[in-house]
Every structure is written in structure tokens, then in C-alpha cells.
């Protein structure tokens, strides 16, 4: 299948050099249009496909031209050509100047699809990942750059890439920092507290004041299994628990267990029910409170969502206020991971780690889940280190986020079956009595309770539109926030920085619209973070201030070990 020239479509005429480009591309178009004929009832109109003919060799007849002007006529504008010795080499500029025209009309391509809509988006994923893995930059023998220092210095970035790429070899993943220079509970994680409860699933930690006074309502942190807790928790200057202790809350955090062969058969039910539950009762007996403050992040979110609506059909209502950071409950629009999730692949992973499987059970090793969000951002989170680890022998820097972001965590696969089947395949948890959760029809209407719901407008995990659904979901009062940056990036942005921006309704407790974009429509823009605004509505529902308690725990509940405690130093 030649994509460029579809039967019927004239020939057109070509400057010197361009039918060479015009080849290069249509080889890469074949192995496009091999996707497109093994996906049936896809294609692409013969006038957006002559267009796009026309388009490709205009822009390549102009390359050819301004590459015979001289030296420094092309600059290709990409940031992995930025370094001077991609201009500066004719061949080099011409070579990056190319894949990027060839890269763009594979865009083209792919985005003019016309068909089933989540075979045309696998399609897009696939040239997306084809794109980042041919850039030149990738290679030796084409990254000018990389040679440039193979030869400054004698050979002995070479070596060091090679050494670097052995080293990563042996621990089974790409070295995205430094992990050297990090440990958990040292420089990371170091906020002071004691772990007070444990059990199979999880560590309760509570976190030393730094007020006299805190509120009476205790905060609990509920973060994503999926991930470590010490997210919230980097280093003292992005803390989110540093900066809501400083505020005046006694906090509680769940620390996962990163789960082996013992937990190989936990499920959804266990870890709402043991997990949980059992954090939000502990929270409350230590402190004394008949509610809590409770936030769920990722994951963590529609966990306690679902375990907060769960036992309101028992009649309890442990939370006087929900926190939803980045957060699904209506799983209708998962972005990019939807191309992931089809019956067939959900139907191999429960006959393989289901509870149905020959085992009972099995584990979702943690890092092939971190790879698989790391080639959602391929470019960034993958060839980026290719090149800096192995071709120029550069170490990673240290960055704490980073650090975590390797630091991965199994899943039992009932649990994570579980999960994709009713959430990314069928979206039940919305559907009221769909599922049923500990023994109750699930109704997530009975989150009827003030709730703060927070986006990232460039979220590729958590689209920020899926984050608004949730509005729709939840009842009480509702405040929506939005973001800028991404999944991580987004929310782990403390005041002091100054960085980013996000958005707010005109009036906070104004009625929220069906629609994100017609929120987006009437929201205004404020410099900096959105943690003073989460800091204020929270403070409503804190209740008043007491005398900060002396000791953590109490007689049922005495301090275990010290913070971040054992189970979140566990590796996958």
C-alpha cells in the first residue's frame, strides 16, 4: 500500500533531490499502511490523502532548496536538535530536517484515519511510538553530538554509556536520575511522624505537628497503590504533608505495601475492606473524631470513593469532606490508556493473574507498569536517557520526582483485574448497582459530601476533562480546580516556587456546568499554585483548633517505628 500515491491520484512533479525524501517517506508509509490493512474498515479519503501528497512534497521541495543555500540555512526546530553541532554539519541538519517532515506527515496520516475510533487511536499510538524510536538522534552514527564527544574525549564517553547501559541492564530498567544519591527516609520521605497501625495491606503513618494548635478534624491521606505514598511527601520544600502540618492539620497517611507472593491473591474487595476502611477507622479512633478530612489521589481517588460510598449504603459516613486529586469515577474517556484496554487483553490477563487463573492470583510486576507510562511520553521518559546515558556516557541528574517515579510497586492480579475490567473496559462504576463492593450494590450518588476536585490541564494519565466528570458523579457542594502541567508536575507545585498557573470558577461555590469546556470557558486564570485555594476550602471544613497532641497514637494504637516505615521500603 502506498500511502502517498493512492490509485487514481496524478504524479506530481518533484524538485532535484525530493523523490529520494518522497521514497524515504512512503517506505515509512508502508509500514503504516501494513497497520491500517490489518485493521478492517480503516482508511483515509483519497482528497484528505492527495492533500496531504501535496503538502508533504511542497515542504520537502522547500528543504531541498534551502539546504543548498548554504551551511546555516537549516536549523531543524526540534529540542533534540537544539545542540549547535546538528546545524552545523549540512548532513546532520538535512537528516533531522527530514525525519521531522517525515514524522509530521506520518501525523497526518494517521490523524486523517477514518473508521473505528479506538483502532484509529491504536494506530496513532503506533506511529507516535515509531516516530520517537526513528528520530536520529537516536543513533551513533547520526547524532552528531554524540560523536562530537566520542572524539573530544578519546572514546571515553563510550565507554561510560556502555557502562551505564550494563548497569541498567542489571537492575531491569532505564536509569531516569541518579538513584544513587536518593534514600527513602533520608532525603526523601522525611517528613517526622510514626508508623501507628499495620497490617498485610498497608501502614498507617500520623506526622508530628509543627503548630500548637491543629484542627480537631484529622486529615488522611489515601494515595495510589499503584505507586508509593512518598509522592506527597519528596523533600521538605515540595511537601504536600510538610505544607498541610504547617497548616495546622494532624495528618495520616497509608502507606501501601509494595505486595509479593503473599498478596498474589488480594483483591479489589480486600484492599477497599483492609485497606480502606480500616484506615479511615484507625484515623478516627486515635484522633477522637467522628469524621475525618479524607483525600484520594490517582488511583487512590476512586479507591476511596468507592470505599466512602460503599459504606454509605451501610449507613456510615466516616468523611466530612473528599479531596480528589487527578482522580477517575467516570472512566468514559481514559485518553491515551484506552488503547491499552480491549476484552481480549483483559480476558488474557485474568486467565493469566486472575482469581480465576490456574493460581488463584498473581502479581502485575510494578515495572512493567512503569514502563508502560513511561512510552506514553516516550520522547521525554525514554529516548531522552537513551541518548544521555548511553550515547554521550552522561549520568542522569538527580531529580527527587524522578527517584519515585523508578521506585515501582507490584499489583495482585485480582485486584488489577478487577480493576481494568470494570473501570477502563466497562466503566461500571458509575452504572449505579452495576458492581457490587464488600457485599453493596455500588452508588457513587452517595458521595454526598463537600468535594474538592482537582485537574492538570496537560494530564496524560488523567485527562483533566475526566477529572471534571467527576462533578457530575458526586453530590454536596463541589469545587473544581484546574492545573497547569501534568499528572505529577501539576500537583506537586508548593506556593513558595511560584511557578505554573491554574484555574478557578469566578465564585467557588458557584454551580458547576455539565461540560469541562464550558467550565473552562468562564474560569479565570491565577498565577502560581493552587494549594492556598485547596488550604482555604479545607480550613472550612477542619472544624475548630485544639492543642496539638503530645504523643502520636494512642494506648490501642502505640507508635510502631518511625516514618516512612518498612513497607514503602520494600522494592518490586
Given at each position: 500500500?502506498?500511502l502517498l500515491?493512492p490509485?487514481g491520484?496524478?504524479?506530481?512533479?518533484t524538485?532535484?533531490?525530493?523523490s529520494?525524501?518522497t521514497?524515504?517517506?512512503?517506505?515509512?508509509?508502508?509500514?503504516?499502511?501494513?497497520?491500517?490493512q490489518?485493521?478492517?474498515?480503516?482508511?483515509?479519503?483519497?482528497?484528505?490523502?492527495?492533500r496531504?501528497?501535496?503538502e508533504y512534497v511542497?515542504?520537502a521541495?522547500?528543504l531541498?532548496?534551502?539546504?543548498?543555500?548554504g551551511?546555516?540555512?537549516l536549523k531543524?526546530?526540534?529540542?533534540?536538535f537544539?545542540?549547535p553541532?546538528w546545524s552545523a554539519?549540512?548532513?546532520?541538519?538535512?537528516?533531522?530536517?527530514l525525519?521531522l517532515?517525515?514524522?509530521?506527515?506520518l501525523r497526518?496520516?494517521?490523524d486523517?484515519?477514518?473508521?473505528?475510533d479506538k483502532?484509529?487511536?491504536?494506530?496513532?499510538?503506533?506511529?507516535?511510538?515509531?516516530?520517537?524510536a526513528?528520530s536520529?538522534?537516536?543513533f551513533?552514527a547520526?547524532n552528531?553530538?554524540?560523536?562530537?564527544?566520542?572524539?573530544?574525549?578519546?572514546?571515553?564517553?563510550?565507554?561510560?554509556?556502555?557502562q551505564q547501559?550494563?548497569?541498567?541492564l542489571?537492575?531491569?530498567?532505564?536509569?531516569?536520575?541518579d538513584e544513587?544519591?536518593?534514600?527513602?527516609g533520608?532525603?526523601?520521605?522525611?517528613?517526622?511522624g510514626q508508623v501507628?497501625?499495620?497490617n498485610?495491606?498497608?501502614q498507617?503513618i500520623?506526622?508530628a505537628p509543627l503548630?500548637?494548635?491543629?484542627?480537631?478534624?484529622?486529615?488522611l491521606?489515601?494515595?495510589?497503590?499503584i505507586?508509593?505514598?512518598y509522592i506527597?511527601?519528596?523533600q521538605?520544600?515540595n511537601?504536600?504533608v510538610?505544607?498541610?502540618?504547617?497548616q495546622?492539620?494532624?495528618?495520616?497517611?497509608?502507606s501501601?505495601?509494595?505486595?509479593?507472593?503473599s498478596?498474589a491473591?488480594?483483591?479489589?474487595?480486600?484492599y477497599i475492606?483492609?485497606?480502606?476502611?480500616?484506615?479511615l477507622?484507625v484515623t478516627?479512633?486515635?484522633?477522637?473524631?467522628d469524621?475525618?478530612n479524607a483525600?484520594?489521589?490517582?488511583v487512590g481517588g476512586?479507591?476511596?470513593?468507592?470505599?466512602?460510598a460503599?459504606?454509605?449504603?451501610?449507613?456510615?459516613?466516616?468523611?466530612a469532606?473528599?479531596?480528589?486529586?487527578?482522580?477517575f469515577?467516570?472512566?468514559?474517556?481514559t485518553?491515551i490508556?484506552?488503547v491499552?484496554?480491549?476484552?481480549?487483553m483483559?480476558?488474557?490477563?485474568?486467565?493469566?493473574?486472575g482469581p480465576?487463573?490456574?493460581?488463584?492470583?498473581?502479581?502485575?510486576?510494578?515495572g512493567?507498569?512503569?514502563?508502560?507510562?513511561?512510552?506514553?511520553?516516550p520522547?521525554?521518559l525514554?529516548?531522552?536517557?537513551v541518548?544521555?546515558?548511553?550515547?554521550?556516557?552522561?549520568?542522569?541528574p538527580?531529580?527527587?520526582l524522578?527517584?519515585?517515579n523508578?521506585?515501582s510497586t507490584?499489583l495482585?492480579?485480582?485486584?488489577?483485574?478487577?480493576y481494568?475490567?470494570?473501570t477502563?473496559?466497562?466503566n461500571?462504576?458509575?452504572q449505579?448497582?452495576?458492581v457490587?463492593?464488600?457485599g453493596e450494590?455500588?452508588?457513587?450518588?452517595?458521595?454526598d459530601?463537600?468535594?474538592?476536585i482537582?485537574g492538570?490541564?496537560?494530564?496524560?494519565?488523567?485527562?483533566?476533562?475526566?477529572?471534571?466528570?467527576?462533578?457530575?458523579?458526586v453530590?454536596?457542594?463541589?469545587t473544581?480546580v484546574?492545573?497547569a502541567?501534568?499528572h505529577i508536575?501539576?500537583?506537586?507545585?508548593p506556593p513558595?516556587?511560584?511557578?505554573?498557573s491554574h484555574?478557578v470558577?469566578?465564585?467557588l461555590a458557584q454551580a458547576l456546568?455539565?461540560?469541562?469546556?464550558?467550565?473552562?470557558?468562564?474560569a479565570e486564570?491565577?498565577p502560581g499554585s493552587?494549594w492556598?485555594?485547596?488550604?482555604?476550602?479545607?480550613a472550612?471544613?477542619?472544624g475548630r483548633?485544639?492543642?496539638?497532641?503530645?504523643r502520636?497514637?494512642?494506648?490501642?494504637y502505640p507508635p510502631?517505628?518511625?516514618a516512612?516505615?518498612?513497607?514503602v521500603l520494600?522494592k518490586?
Open positions: 500500500m502506498n500515491k490509485a491520484l496524478p504524479t506530481l512533479p524538485a532535484p533531490g525530493v529520494t525524501m521514497a524515504a517517506v512512503e517506505a515509512m508509509g508502508r509500514s503504516l499502511g501494513t497497520t491500517v490489518s485493521l478492517a474498515g480503516l482508511s483515509v479519503p483519497a482528497d484528505e490523502m492527495q496531504i501528497q501535496q511542497q515542504e521541495t522547500a531541498w532548496n534551502k539546504s543548498l543555500e551551511q546555516d540555512a531543524p526546530a526540534d529540542k533534540r537544539a545542540a553541532e554539519h549540512p548532513a546532520a541538519a538535512f537528516t533531522a530536517s525525519y517532515l517525515n514524522a509530521r506527515t497526518r496520516l494517521a486523517a484515519l477514518q473508521g473505528d483502532a484509529c487511536e491504536r494506530v496513532r499510538f503506533a506511529v507516535q511510538q515509531w516516530v520517537a526513528s536520529p538522534s537516536n551513533l547520526l552528531p553530538e554524540a560523536l562530537k564527544k566520542a572524539i573530544d574525549t578519546r572514546g571515553s564517553s563510550l565507554t561510560q554509556g556502555v547501559l550494563m548497569h541498567d542489571r537492575q531491569g530498567h532505564l536509569s531516569q536520575t544513587s544519591v536518593f534514600h527513602v533520608q532525603n526523601v520521605a522525611t517528613s517526622p501507628v497501625f499495620e498485610a495491606f498497608f498507617l500520623e506526622y503548630t500548637e494548635k491543629v484542627y480537631e478534624r484529622p486529615f491521606f489515601v494515595p495510589p497503590c505507586n508509593k505514598f506527597l511527601d519528596l521538605p520544600e511537601s504536600v510538610r505544607y498541610l502540618v504547617s495546622g492539620h494532624r495528618v495520616f497517611m497509608v501501601w505495601v509494595n505486595p509479593d507472593e498478596l491473591q488480594a483483591s479489589w474487595d480486600d475492606e483492609q485497606g480502606v476502611f480500616e484506615a477507622r478516627r479512633d486515635i484522633s477522637g473524631a469524621q475525618v483525600l484520594g489521589f490517582c476512586t479507591m476511596l470513593g468507592t470505599a466512602l460503599t459504606l454509605a449504603a451501610r449507613g456510615e459516613h466516616p468523611a469532606s473528599l479531596t480528589l486529586l487527578t482522580a469515577l467516570d472512566f468514559s474517556q485518553g490508556m484506552d491499552f484496554v480491549d476484552e481480549a483483559v480476558r488474557m490477563r485474568e486467565m493469566t493473574m480465576d487463573s490456574p493460581k488463584g492470583g498473581g502479581l502485575m510486576r510494578g512493567d507498569l512503569a514502563a508502560t507510562f513511561s512510552f506514553l511520553r520522547n521525554d525514554v529516548w531522552n536517557y541518548v544521555g546515558n548511553y550515547l554521550k556516557g552522561e549520568p542522569p538527580a531529580f527527587d524522578l527517584y519515585w523508578s521506585d507490584n495482585p492480579g485480582p485486584f488489577y483485574t478487577w481494568l475490567r470494570n477502563y473496559l466497562e461500571k462504576l458509575v449505579p448497582g452495576a457490587t463492593v464488600c450494590p455500588l452508588d457513587l450518588s452517595r458521595l459530601l463537600p468535594t474538592f482537582y492538570s490541564r496537560e494530564d496524560h494519565i488523567v485527562p483533566w476533562e475526566s477529572a471534571y466528570a467527576s462533578t457530575q458523579v453530590r454536596g457542594p463541589r473544581f484546574l492545573g502541567s501534568g508536575a501539576g500537583v506537586i507545585n513558595e516556587k511560584k511557578k505554573r484555574w470558577s469566578g465564585s456546568p455539565d461540560s469541562a469546556s464550558a467550565w473552562l470557558d468562564a486564570e491565577r493552587w492556598p485555594v485547596w488550604a482555604d476550602w479545607l472550612g471544613h477542619a483548633q485544639v492543642p496539638a497532641p503530645k502520636p497514637g494512642n494506648r490501642t510502631i517505628e518511625a516512612p516505615g518498612r513497607y520494600r518490586a
